[in-house]
């Protein structure tokens, strides 16, 4: 029975048809569904076709006709992308867009497709079509001092003091922050399957070991030598001579009194004997009475940043640490995909050794951009007069923080927690 309108029919109402005609017949189908009895043959005809375009996962089909749309290009690359991508998160291994592109374009090469880039756009479409998105844990933050805004504008105006009254240039102005660094470091984030309620990830089991690494930069880019702390008694003679760090030993692995003033010794020493500033948060090693004349015999001027302002002051922490910590996280990711880790005697993963951790350390800092750095000195309130380019400030005042996410896929980017998010006491 036709209707004199062409009209569009959903994948659903056509299944529907379909079972109807097959307990009735096609004349009494089409009238029922008020179409024609050559389409309902049609789409006896196209069953499987038709149950199989539902039961792919994508975008809503409501208008979606058979065979319709513009295909992939790659549908055979993506599809084993896809298997790859399942595969991983069935073994509760972390997977990073990063990887997907990567792993897009050696699929590519091996079928001769030299010319696909796998460019963001692409990989918009494929998380789509696919029904993927990037899914993280719950943490939970910082809390903020209810006098945040008069702490953001104090911190800049003594900044901005102390460069003028000794003409401090960005070569002699230092920030220094102690991150943790687990022997578990799976990612907050993963590719997995829209709407899947747990979305585990796959570890040694030794998230509670930790070491802690010491960072230092300048206002210039310039990257200090990392300073490591390792849970034990003593450094071996084969972690002392690791080039490009210096590795200390506590029992817990943390930062005490006495590394803090180690490290001012070993590291901020050879930073310069001219008048300089250094800036730190207000743990309790750093002012401390002792620690304040050590700096003062250095020739060091301290800058605190008020407590509470961490997250929003601390060039290394709000800037530089997370993308130190990604970069260490591929190391990480690699060496658990790949299985080069041991087992126990009871059948258990053996956690990365402190030799791999320390040289992932060194790989990682090595890779930290110098522009970064330089553009965390300035939107942090320590090289700049101007305290609205904080970025908290500039909300406050209209302005758009360029910090956070649109919410757009395409706008992803892979981030990690802060480090007072972390499992930290």
Known sequence: MSTGKRRAYSVEFKIEAVNFAEKHSNRETGRKFQVDESMV???????????????????SKKKSKLGCGRKPILSTVEDQLMAKVAHEREQQ?????KLITAWAKNLAAEKGLTAFVASRGWLCNFLKRFNLTLRRRTTTGQSTPHDLEDKLYSFVEFN???RDLHKFQPSMIANMDETPIWA???????????????????????EKNRLTVCLAVKADGTKMTPYVVIPTKKVKKELADI?????????NGWMNGNLTADWVEKVWTNFSFAKRMLVWDSFKCHISE????????????????????????????????????QYFREFYDEWFRKGEFEYTSGGKIKAPSHLKQITWVVQAWGKVSKEV????????????????????????????DTEESTGNLCDIIEDDDNDNNERES
């Open 41 to 59: 043959r049609r789409w006896v005809q196209n069953k499987a076709k038709l149950n199989a375009a539902h039961e792919k996962p994508g975008p």
């Open 93 to 97: 291994h972390h997977v990073s867009t």
């Open 160 to 162: 901005k003091k102390q």
């Open 184 to 206: 578990d470091m799976p990612s907050a984030t993963t590719i997995n399957r829209r709407g899947v309620q747990a979305v585990p990830i796959r570890t040694t089991g030794h």
């Open 243 to 251: 080039s490009g760090v210096i590795v200390a030993a506590t029992p």
């Open 290 to 325: 002792d620690m304040k004349k050590q700096l003062q015999r250095y020739n060091t001027v301290m800058s605190v940043i008020p407590g509470g302002c961490t997250k929003y002051l601390q060039p290394l922490h709000v800037c530089i640490n997370k993308p130190f910590k």
């Open 373 to 400: 750095i330089i553009n965390s000195f300035d939107v942090r309130g320590i090289t700049t007069d101007n305290a609205a380019k904080i970025p908290c400030l500039r909300k406050e005042h209209g302005d758009a």
